[in-house]
Each structure stands twice: as structure tokens, then as C-alpha cells.
């Protein structure tokens, strides 16, 4: 920006209000100030800043360098006379117009204060916000703290609860295997003959024995997999194919009573996952034995896995039973639920069967997933880990 040199002639109140306006503009340097009278308030001022003072203006219409000239003496003879003696390149603003800017630099200084104002408001404001903000972290922090008390107690308690239900679920388990035998025996006749109306009472006990220790068994199972440490759980790299042979031996009573065939993938060799084994075996089991249960005789159940990236194997169980309506499927991995389809092809369900896997599944840091339609079939399937030196093909 172009510096202006500036003399002000007349160091009365206008002059004064002139130069202070002039003082404050960065681009503006006054040169001179004169007043016949030499402790004019613009006098004094000029002199604090360093500014040339003159009782005569001879000195100022003489300067080459002024550009501007400011008359504020309101005489006009004084005016006729500065544009008489002046440089021919300096301009001069005459008392009236000198008023004019005067007003116009009063008004901008006010509207400036006003921001200045309005500016301190709006800091006072935010201020406050800020305050206020922080207020409300600081009580939400206490909340979280609070919160995560209350949940340390909820999960003490909840483990006291599981470690009883397990208590007292392992207490009912001997006398029902005991009721059981007993039944058993009464069945085969080792206590003589009974008659068929007695027969028909003792097998619904046995059954219901039968039943009841089912239930007790998932509900044991399901205990102390809550309890469970998760940071305690072995894990370890096991071979898939090994895994899954074994749950396939293991439900092949089922399999042959119900002619249901189970085919599994060709090229499993070389596949290693890192789980603990034995919960694996009871997550395939249930995915396995639900898949068995849940479809007509006679039916393929096939297994099958996939390698996904990020070192992951995709292991999932297909079935084409019966199916599950749409609006039960957010609710199968509930305790206790059970579909009353399923309900009617199953009479030996527990309703505990994907909640023990889903929470197998948890501890391994992966979910079941379930894709289904009712009257056509069910894909359950999970993620494992991929164990180091593992080698996948796909099939
Ligand atoms: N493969 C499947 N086909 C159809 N329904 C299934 C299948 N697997 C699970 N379900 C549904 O989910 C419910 C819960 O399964 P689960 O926890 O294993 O209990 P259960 O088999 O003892 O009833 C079943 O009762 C059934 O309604
Ligand atoms: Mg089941």
C-alpha cells in the first residue's frame, strides 16, 4: 500500500480529532502540525509522537513530499493562502470537507468499537460454552466410571450366579442318570412283568430323564463356557480335517438311524486352524447335530470351508430341512428358543444348542452366521483363524 505524508494546519479540536484519527491508520505518515498557538492539544500530541510542530505554515506549503494537506483552522483567507504557496503535486482538504471525513473516521471508529464489543460478547460466550462442555464431559466421565463399576459388580454377580446354576445343575445330574438306570431297568423287565399301562408311565419318565439330562448337560456346558477366562483358553494350530472327521464319528449313529448322508470336503490335509480343539468339536457338533435333526431321512448334509482373505477360513454347514422362518431367525441363538417346527420334528432339543456354539464362537473372536429359508434349508457358517504353516486349497 502507497504511504501518504499528511500536514495538518490548525491544532484546535478538529486538528486533534485529525491527527489522532491519522494516527492510528498504518499506511498515513503525518509530517507536520501547526498552530499559532504553540500548546494547541494537537501540538502536544504531535510532539509526543515525534511530529515536526510549526507556528507558521511556510514550512509545510514548502515541502515537496506532502501529499495531502489538512486545514482545519476554519479561515478562509488561511485556505487562499495554502493553495497560493503549496507544492503544485500537494492536495488540500478545506476545514468543511476536513469535517466531513472528520464524521466519517468518528463513525467508522464507533462501528469498530461496536465489533470490538460484539467480538468480547461472543467470546464471553464461547467461553461459557467451554466451560459448561467441560462440565458435562467431566460428570459424563463420572458416569462412565460409575457405569463400569456397576457392570464389575453385575459381571461379579453374574459369575456367582453361573458358578451356582453349575453347582446345582452338576447336583441334579446323578439322580437323574440314577432315575434313568432305574427306568431302564424296569423297561427290560429285570423286575418282572409290569403291566402296559405302568409300561407307557415308565418309558415317559425315561424319556423325559433322557430329556432332562440333555438339559442338564447343555446347561452345564453353557456355565462354564461364560465362566471361562477368555485370556485362559488354550489355543492352539489343529488340523481340520481331523476336526471334523471326529464330529462326523461322533453323530454317525445319528447319521445311519436317520440314512442321512454327510459329505465333506476332498482336500483337507494341509489345513491347520488356530482354536481350542474340544469346543470346536462341540460348535461343528451342535451346527452338525441341528442340520441332522432338522432334516427329512434320507437327506445330504454337506460340509464344506473356503479361504478368505486376511488368514481366514470360512467353515459352514448346509442342510435342505426344514428351514427358518424369517421372523425367528434374530431370536435361534437365544437360550431356549426353539422354533415350534422344530419343536415338532425334534422332540430331544434342549434350545441351548446355538447358544453354547454361538458363545464357543465368541471366544474365538468370530460369530455364526446364518443364511436360511423356510421349507428349503439352512447354511450355518463361522470364521476360524488359519494356524502358522498352513497351506489352503480351496475346494
Ligand atoms: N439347521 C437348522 N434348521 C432349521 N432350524 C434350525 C436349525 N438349526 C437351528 N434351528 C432352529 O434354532 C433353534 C435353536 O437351535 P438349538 O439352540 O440348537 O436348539 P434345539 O436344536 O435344541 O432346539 C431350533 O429349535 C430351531 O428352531
Ligand atoms: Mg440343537
Redesign the pocket.
Known sequence: MKTGIIAIIGAGKGGTAILEALLKMPSVITKHVCDVNPSAPGIILARQHGIQCHTRMAAICQDKEIDLIFEVTGRKEIFARILAQKQEKTRVIGSEDARIIFHLLDLQQEVSDRLEDDNLILERRVLERTTEQEKANKELEQKIIEYEKLNEKLQQINNEKTKYLMHATHQLKAPFAAIQSYTDLILEGYVGEIPKTTRAIVEKINKRCILLS?SIK?MLELANLKSLVKENIQMSGCPLDSIISSVVKHLAALTVSREIKISVPATLDDVFVQCNRNQILILLS??L???I???PNGATISIAFKAVPASLVKIS?T?H????DEK?LP?????????????AV?E??????????MEIAEIHGTKIE?E?TLGK??V?SFHLKTAQKTKIHNS
Open positions: 440333555d447343555d451342535n451346527l447335530e441341528n442340520a435333526y432338522y432334516s454347514v442342510d430341512g426344514i428351514g427358518i425367528h431370536r435361534i441363538f437365544e437360550e431356549y428358543f426353539r422354533a415350534n417346527k422344530a419343536v425334534n430331544r432339543g434342549t434350545g441351548l444348542g446355538l447358544a453354547i456354539a446364518v436360511s434349508g439352512s450355518f
